[in-house]
């Protein structure tokens, strides 16, 4: 089995900075990629960025410029550091692996994701 553990949210005031971890472990033979998304309330799921294990990386519109998107290999782990937030990024953030086990199956796995609130 593996598991995916987020860190790192909290409340913060309007065009601060935080930093989300997100670690992989388990049974994990590679991970293929990383993703964080988010869901505000009432609205759906949203990818915020992702990144591939050679590190290429996308954003979602609304947080391109704002927010970075990087990983440790040999950690499992990927970041999202976050800066200049604003009350419409307030959700919870989730990260999701797409990964090879040491079965030689690939599967996705969700964490149970991390609060941020951004208001004054």
């Known amino acids: 089995q593996v598991q995916l553990v987020e860190s790192g949210g909290g409340l913060v005031q309007p065009g601060g900075s935080l930093r989300l971890s997100c670690a992989a472990s388990?049974?994990?033979?590679?991970?293929?990629?990383m993703r964080w998304y988010r869901q505000a309330p009432g609205k759906e799921r949203e990818l915020v960025a992702g990144?591939?294990?050679?590190?290429?990386?996308n954003y979602g519109d609304s947080v391109k410029g704002r927010f970075t998107i990087s990983r440790d290999n040999a950690k499992n782990t990927v970041y999202l550091q976050m800066n200049n937030l604003k009350p419409e990024d307030t959700a919870v953030y989730s990260c999701?692996?797409?990964?090879?086990?040491?079965?030689?199956?690939?599967?996705?796995?969700w964490g149970k994701g991390t609060l941020v609130t951004v208001s004054s």
């Open positions: 999701n692996a797409y990964l090879r086990e040491f079965n030689g199956y690939y599967k996705s796995y």
């Open positions: 990144i591939t294990t050679g590190g290429s990386t």
């Open positions: 388990g049974s994990i033979f590679s991970i293929s990629v």
